[in-house]
């Protein structure tokens, strides 16, 4: 079409290693294993006889680097991983469990298209009554963990115990409710304490102050304090031979109010599904639409503030990784990506004189904001 997109890196570690390298660390996998499933281990971790994973959702390098007065134990670790894409906690907690590319795993985006009903499903938080058994096409980690001699289990808030993403997602491991941040590190330790044991442990408290009053907050940066605490104490509290990866799923950009864009309507007439988060916009359109047509206006609107892209392009990119078939028709026929601080917004439900609701805190996109997390490794994996 003329206009090109950037590429996404297909040669770097991401958020698909970090369970493959545990296990490798725990003896468990070797080179045979991930060959033989098509996995990557491109995380050096040490040996150790268990580990704990901190998925801190809502994380980003930058964020943590301009707190770090704020987080000495969590800033004192200067790895970064890159996440992948898109941003946004379906797609990356999916392929952190399974080691697979959202275009694997068939989970592109917070909400997607389902050719089959031809409707836009929440994929955060419609796993319960609109998501359709059988759409997560890969199997989980924690599934295969049991074979190769490690007792997987995910440590996590009550609330999300017997909720269908658990079920999915996270399907195979064994679930401790803990609802505070305290709680959970005490369950990871009561958990590895013997054994050889494979633990997930997840803290979604930053990004939901994040969302709510923006990264820089002085609450999140409090939260921040919080888990900076309860982490030094898991390190010291741990077994020498348990060791222990902190990362993050995505990270974070405060978007101004004057910098949500309300899409065009007429850019939408011919639109039938809009999915995906305001950074990263998923437009399926009605059969016959002139896709190139569109992508050019889109373009000729938004191209300063976005990436646009038609789906073939998306793909061409490496955007979501590796596609397989059954993935393609669920990626939107569009893909609007925001550049800098940009959101947008599909306003045409609004009645008037109403005003929309919007997030401070916002991801979904490529800046490195959003795509660079956290990589600290200790106990066991320090280096």
């Known amino acids: 079409m003329g206009t090109s997109v950037p590429t996404a890196p297909d040669a770097t570690a991401n958020l698909a290693d970090v369970f ?23 995380i050096t971790l040490r040996p150790a006889r268990s580990a704990i994973v901190v998925l801190v959702d809502g ?4 964020a943590l680097a301009a707190r770090a007065g704020h987080a000495r134990w969590l800033a004192a670790g200067k790895k970064r991983l890159r996440s992948g894409f898109p941003t946004t906690t379906a ?3 999916s392929t952190l469990t399974t080691g697979r590319s959202p275009g694997t795993h068939g989970v592109v985006g917070y909400s997607g298209w389902n050719p089959d009903t031809e409707r836009v499903m929440n994929l955060l938080s419609g796993w319960d009554d609109e998501v359709p058994a059988g ?25 999300y115990r017997s909720s269908g993403m ?10 401790a409710p803990a609802d505070s941040i305290a709680q959970r590190v005490d369950a990871a330790l009561a958990e590895t304490a ?12 930053l990004d939901s102050i994040g969302h709510k009053h923006g990264w820089e907050s002085d609450r ?10 309860e982490l030094a104490r898991l390190e010291q509290r741990a077994a ?5 990866v902190v990362t993050a799923d995505h990270g974070v950009l405060d978007v101004p109010e004057h910098q949500n864009v309300a899409i065009d309507p007429l850019l939408l007439t011919d639109v039938v599904g809009v999915a995906g988060d305001p950074r990263c916009r998923q437009f399926t359109v009605a059969p016959g639409t002139d896709v190139r047509s569109l992508v050019g206006q889109f373009r000729a609107r938004y191209g300063k503030k976005a990436y646009v892209a038609s789906r073939d392009e998306a793909i061409a990119a490496g955007w979501f990784g590796a596609v397989s078939d059954e993935v393609v028709p669920r990626i939107g026929d569009v893909v609007l990506v925001a550049r800098g601080s940009w959101a947008f917004n599909d306003d045409r439900a609004l009645r008037a004189g109403e005003s929309p609701k919007r997030m401070i805190g916002q991801h979904g996109a490529m800046t490195d904001e959003e795509t660079m997390v956290p990589l600290r490794l200790a106990g066991a994996f320090a280096q």
């Not at 997560?136 to 808030?157: C, K, M």
């Not at 020498?240 to 222990?244: E, T």
């Open 20 to 42: 493959p390298s545990c296990l490798v660390a725990l003896g468990a996998a070797d080179d045979a294993w991930l060959r033989a499933t098509g996995r990557e281990a491109r």
């Open 59 to 62: 994380l980003g390098a930058g």
């Open 91 to 93: 797609a990356a907690l």
């Open 135 to 159: 759409w997560f096409l890969a199997s989980t980690l924690f599934s295969e963990a049991p074979a190769l001699g490690v007792d997987p289990v995910v440590v996590g808030p009550a609330r």
């Open 166 to 175: 658990t079920a999915n997602v996270l399907g195979g491991a064994r679930y």
């Open 194 to 205: 013997a054994g050889r044991s494979l633990v997930y442990l997840y803290v979604p408290e």
């Open 220 to 229: 999140w940066t409090a939260a921040l304090e919080l888990l900076d605490g």
């Open 240 to 244: 020498a031979d348990v060791g222990i």
